[in-house]
Structure formats: structure tokens, C-alpha cells
């Protein structure tokens, strides 16, 4: 399996190598390339950062650059680390920019003014609540879920039977680690049946568990759980910081150019499967249908754009945060308002597909 | 020069100083982070704590349906996992290493076992537990009292092995005791210096276990809100709970010591 990979991993060096296609040297302003840190972690609209590593386009040490990065002229440092880890280096400062969720960069954000400047995917059935003799709701009521408390995974739980014109309050939600709690289905153990927890452990669970069912899933509720990429507004008023925000905008969708063209589309899955949980091909292929990547600019764009997702998921989303003592006080959300604590920024999506290359 | 004593008033005030010390480092620490970014709860102020400590001791609920604050329910799972998991542990291993180091029949049966047991953290062994104990209390204290267990047991039977010695025993034999009475009279109070001392050594491992499976199951608990909060970087609140953790080790620490000096006040080291 490893030697596939490898050899996968290879062909789509290959192919990259003679698509012809490689971005030109746009001899950007000269001297040394200012250095910028990016934490991420495995997920797999996230991995696409480790795979542009491996391809070449970035390099994840400090003092080399990769393709893009010298093209844009700054140094890029990838920092690959669990994801707790990363919301912490972003937190403390020692990440500029990180890959996080709409829900839990709120609690971040009221600690370090922070600038959304574009989703990489949002959660369609990524997020499921997979259950063992348990048929329908009704069965449920009463009955304890386990997954991750204050995550979107409890968020999802929620909404999901709100939506559906159901109390929360009548399904018990109890807090275990997503893997601990997979693990714990996969015991059989009588005290629980039901959990709701994200990919890997979602399709997972549903393989390796005996007449497991998924409930329900974030298909019910497209574009709430948005996974994105976050600079700290103070990194952003660096020199270069412009620089480094489109090379990891031109890294995603370059890769995501990659998983379009049918020649290199396995080899990139494979490459990501390897950074999210060790997935081959077949599963990945499913996971991408249940994780929507936003693969252009101007899809990234609708949705921060879009009315739906200023008026309603992101109050909704901010009261969840707040009546789960997830964040103190309100963090204050905006589009296109520098003064909030949690800025979405269509400047750079829109730059971006206008062509204009900022200084 | 090097032992000399010092004096009693001089050991208090550098004890003192010492922690005093720290606080003030802690202070610079905090004052300069701020500087960074004044929004900062990585390395809290002395005020964010003010504000964590009120949060932790709000009740919580509603009007109809009040709860207890997070401080009252974190601690009492917590103590109560952690004291029921420990005695249990403990307990077991008294009689255990007891066995052990009386007859040689079940040393050979179970030293190997149980040292290979030892070195093994009960934390990753999860699965076992979820399998054999569940997901709720009975877990949390399976896993501290086998995690206290096997090392406790092993360094029981260790210490009989060095310190009691054979002379000892034929001599309560020649006496004419028997085994109950050798083991009790013999054995126990040779060893039981040895034993409170072990325990000592066992609670920061206890607590250690219990903390890593509270952060990985349950609602509630210390080692699941320094999770929790640390995710959101409410460090102001996790930094009071390790406060809290290294006060009851200490006050543990010392309570033993002075069980130690009034059970066995002839032994002196």
C-alpha cells in the first residue's frame, strides 16, 4: 500500500512536472522573503497544504521556498500539528494564519482580532450521527449521544434536530472524544449506541461496525460548518502579509485544479487520503463528496457573500457559541468590516479572480 | 557550607520567598504578552483570573432548573473518581504484594506479569476498558486503581523482599506464630513505612491517568474543562485548575508524611 502511494505520489510529480502549466516567476519585489507560519491540521480540505509541500509548490521549513512561495516571495512555514494544537498556536501568536472552522475560530477570535479570508470546504454528511439499534428519532429520545462537547460536532447534533422541529433538550448529548468514542461504538459496549462525531470516524465506524446506521448528517445543513483559513489581523499588518495570503490561496486552488483534471485527480486523492488517516482511494473519493471543497474563487466568494450565511448561520452560529459558554460575551462577526473581531474578507477572494496582484 | 542548618525562621521565609518568586515571574510573563496583543488570555493578568474564578463559581442552570457551579461538579467528579480509583487500587495491591512477597508460589506466578503490567500507561489501553468496564465511573476508576495497582503491588513485594528479613520470621516461627500472625506482625509493620511512601509516589501517576481519561470521556470533571477551555484559551481557568491539582498533591504529600511520622514514629529517615 505504501509503495502504491509512493508511486501515485510520483506519477502526479510527473504530471505536475508536464502540465506545462507551472506559474510564472512574477519577479515580485526583491530582498529577503518575509516568513509567515500557517498551523494545519489533517482534514481533508487542510492536508491539501501538506500535499502542496510534498509536490513542491510550498516548502514547510523555514529559509526554503517552494515553488509559489518564490513566485509570491515570502517564506511559508507549515506547521502539520493536531488540530487542538493548532487553534493554540494560532492563539498564543506563534501561527500567523491557521486552518480552522467557522465555529471555532469565534473563541479564538475574541482573543486575536482575526481575518477570514477564504473557506476551503464545508461539511455535507462529514458529520454524522451513526448509531447501533437505533432505527429513527424516536428511538433516540432519551438515549445518551456521545461526541466532542462545544465542537461542531454537538453544533450539528443540534441544529440538525432543530431543524427538523425536535427539542435538543430531549436527546442527551454527553461529551467523549471523537476517536474514544468510534472506539467505544466499536467495543459494543451497552452503554452506547449512538455517537455523533466527524470523518475519518464517521465512515469509519460505518464499516467496521455491524449493523450500524447513520442517523442523520450535515447534509441537512449545508454550508453551516465551513472549514476555512484564518490570519490573525495583526500578521496581517505585516509587510509581505498580502503576498503570503495569496500564496495559500493559489496553493489551494491550484491543488484543487489538480483534483479536477481527470489525469491527476486519483493521484491527488491518494496524496491527500495519506495526510488524512491514511484513506485510499475509494474512500476518498466519498469523503470529498461528504467534505464540499469550494475549488474556485468564486465559490469561496458566494458564500461570503451569500445572505444566508451573514444573516443567519453566523448569528446562529455566534448564540450557540455563546449559550455553550463557548466564547464570553459575543464576539462580534463582520463581512467586510475591519473593526470585528471575526472579519470575512472578500478583498483577497475578489482580487484574486480579478487578476489584480497587490503589493 | 555544605549541610549546615539553617534556621527554622530563615527555612520559613525562603519557603515563602520562593513562592513569591514565582508569582512575580509569573506577573512579568503576563505583563509582557500583553504588551504583544492587550486581548491576550494565553498568560492571563492577574484580573482575567478575577473573571475566570467568578465564572467557575457561578451556578449554573436556570432559574427553574438550577446546577451547581463548574467548580463544585468538576471537583466532586473528579475527587470522587480519584478517591475511589485510588483506594481501590491501593487496596488490592496491599494484598497483593503481600501474597507476593510471602509465598513463593504466587511470586513466580505473578511478578513477571505483573511487571510487565507496570510499565504499561492505562491510558492507552482505553478499548480494554470501554470493553471490560464501560464508559462511565466504573472506567475512570478501573483505570486509576489498575493504574496504582500493578507498580504499588510490585514495589510492596520489593520492599519485603529487602527489608524483612528470613531471620525474622523463623525467629516468630521458633515463637510459635502462625502465618496470619507473621504476615501482621512481621511482615505489615515492617513494611508499612515503605508502603506510605509508595503512596506518596503513586498520586502524582493517579492523578495523571484519571486527568488523561477525563479528557478523553465525559461531561464533566477537571481533566474534561482543561480541555475544553483550553481549546478556546481560557487559560485563566485551566491555570486554576492546575493550581488546585498541585495544592492537592502537595497537601496529599504532606498529609502522608505526618500519617507516616504518627503510625510508625520509630521509623525515622
Keep these: 500500500m505504501k509503495i502504491l502511494g509512493w508511486t501515485c505520489t510520483l506519477m502526479f510529480l510527473l504530471s505536475v512536472g508536464c502540465s506545462g502549466d507551472k506559474p510564472t516567476t512574477a519577479g515580485k519585489t526583491g530582498g529577503p522573503a518575509p516568513k509567515f507560519t500557517l498551523a494545519w491540521s489533517e482534514y481533508p480540505s487542510w492536508s491539501v497544504f501538506g500535499v502542496a509541500d510534498e509536490l513542491g509548490l510550498l516548502n514547510k521549513d523555514a529559509g526554503k521556498q517552494g515553488e509559489l512561495e518564490k513566485k509570491w516571495n515570502v517564506d511559508v512555514v507549515l506547521k502539520g500539528v493536531d488540530y487542538d494544537t ?4 494560532y492563539g498564543t501568536g506563534e501561527a500567523d494564519a491557521v486552518c480552522i472552522t467557522n465555529m471555532d475560530v469565534l473563541g479564538s477570535a475574541t482573543s486575536r482580532n482575526s481575518v477570514a479570508i477564504f473557506p476551503t470546504s464545508t461539511s455535507v454528511g462529514g458529520d454524522a450521527c451513526v448509531t447501533v439499534g437505533i432505527d429513527n428519532l424516536e428511538a433516540l429520545k432519551g438515549k445518551k449521544t456521545y461526541g466532542l462537547a462545544k465542537s461542531v460536532s454537538q453544533y450539528a447534533f443540534e441544529r440538525i434536530l432543530t431543524a427538523r422541529n425536535l427539542n435538543p433538550k430531549e436527546f442527551p448529548f454527553e461529551s467523549m472524544d471523537p476517536q474514544a468514542a468510534a472506539t467505544a461504538l466499536q467495543t459494543g459496549n451497552d452503554s452506547i449506541k449512538s455517537i455523533m462525531v466527524w470523518n475519518p470516524f464517521v465512515m469509519d465506524t460505518l464499516k467496521k461496525v455491524q449493523g450500524s446506521k447513520r442517523l442523520f448528517d450535515s447534509s441537512e445543513i449545508p454550508e453551516e460548518i465551513i472549514d476555512m483559513v484564518v490570519i490573525g489581523k495583526d500578521s496581517l499588518g505585516k509587510d509581505g502579509s498580502k503576498r503570503f495570503a495569496q500564496c495559500l490561496m493559489e496553493t489551494f486552488y491550484t491543488i484543487n485544479k489538480r483534483m479536477e483534471n481527470p489525469e491527476t485527480r486519483d493521484a491527488t486523492l491518494v496524496a491527500l487520503g495519506a495526510k488524512f488517516s491514511n484513506l485510499q482511494l475509494e474512500e476518498m473519493k466519498q469523503v470529498v463528496t461528504q467534505t464540499k471543497f469550494y475549488t ?20 446562529a452560529v455566534v448564540k450557540f457559541c455563546v449559550e455553550n459558554q463557548i466564547v464570553e460575551g459575543k464576539a462580534t462577526v463582520g463581512f467586510d468590516k475591519a473593526d470585528s473581531q471575526l472579519n470575512f474578507d472578500t478583498g483577497l477572494l475578489q482580487g484574486l479572480i480579478d487578476g489584480v496582484e497587490s503589493k | ?161 529487602g527489608e524483612v528479613k528470613t531471620v525474622s520470621i523463623d525467629k516468630a516461627y521458633t515463637l510459635g506464630a502462625s502465618d496470619p500472625e507473621i504476615i501482621y506482625e512481621v511482615i505489615w509493620k515492617q513494611i508499612l513505612p515503605s508502603v506510605l511512601d509508595n503512596l506518596r509516589l503513586q498520586i502524582g501517576p493517579a492523578m495523571i491517568f484519571l486527568l488523561a481519561a477525563e479528557m478523553l470521556v465525559g461531561g464533566e470533571g477537571m481533566g474534561f474543562r482543561i480541555r475544553m477551555e483550553s481549546r478556546v484559551l481560557n487559560m485563566s481557568v485551566v491555570y486554576i485548575y492546575l493550581t488546585i491539582l498541585g495544592l492537592t498533591g502537595l497537601m496529599a504529600d504532606y498529609g502522608l508524611l505526618w500519617l507516616r511520622r504518627w503510625l510508625c514514629p520509630w521509623c525515622v529517615r
Design chain 1, 86 to 89: 493548532c487553534i493554540q498556536l
Design chain 1, 296 to 315: 474556485t474563487p468564486a465559490e469561496g466568494l458566494a458564500l461570503y457573500k451569500s445572505d444566508k450565511f451573514k444573516n443567519t448561520t453566523m448569528p
Design chain 2, 1 to 161: 557550607m555544605i549541610r549546615r542548618p539553617i534556621p527554622r525562621w530563615l527555612a520559613i521565609a525562603l519557603g515563602v520567598g520562593g513562592v513569591v518568586l514565582l508569582l512575580t515571574a509569573y506577573s512579568i510573563l503576563s505583563a509582557r504578552q500583553t504588551r504583544k496583543n492587550e486581548n491576550q488570555r494565553v498568560i492571563p493578568g492577574w484580573q482575567t483570573f478575577k473573571e475566570g474564578a467568578a465564572r467557575l463559581v457561578r451556578p449554573q442552570g436556570s432559574a427553574e432548573d438550577p446546577q451547581p457551579s463548574m467548580l463544585a461538579t468538576d471537583l466532586k467528579a473528579t475527587y470522587w473518581r480519584l478517591f475511589l480509583g485510588f483506594f481501590t487500587g491501593v487496596a488490592l495491591s496491599i494484598v497483593m504484594g503481600i501474597a507476593m512477597g510471602a509465598y513463593r508460589f504466587i511470586e513466580a506466578l505473578l511478578a513477571p506479569v505483573m511487571s510487565f503490567l507496570a510499565k504499561i500507561p492505562p491510558t492507552a489501553m482505553l478499548p480494554i476498558y470501554f470493553v471490560l468496564v464501560g464508559t462511565d465511573q466504573k472506567m475512570f476508576t478501573a483505570m486509576v486503581a489498575l493504574g496504582v495497582f500493578f507498580n504499588m503491588a510490585q514495589s510492596i513485594y520489593q520492599a519485603i523482599a
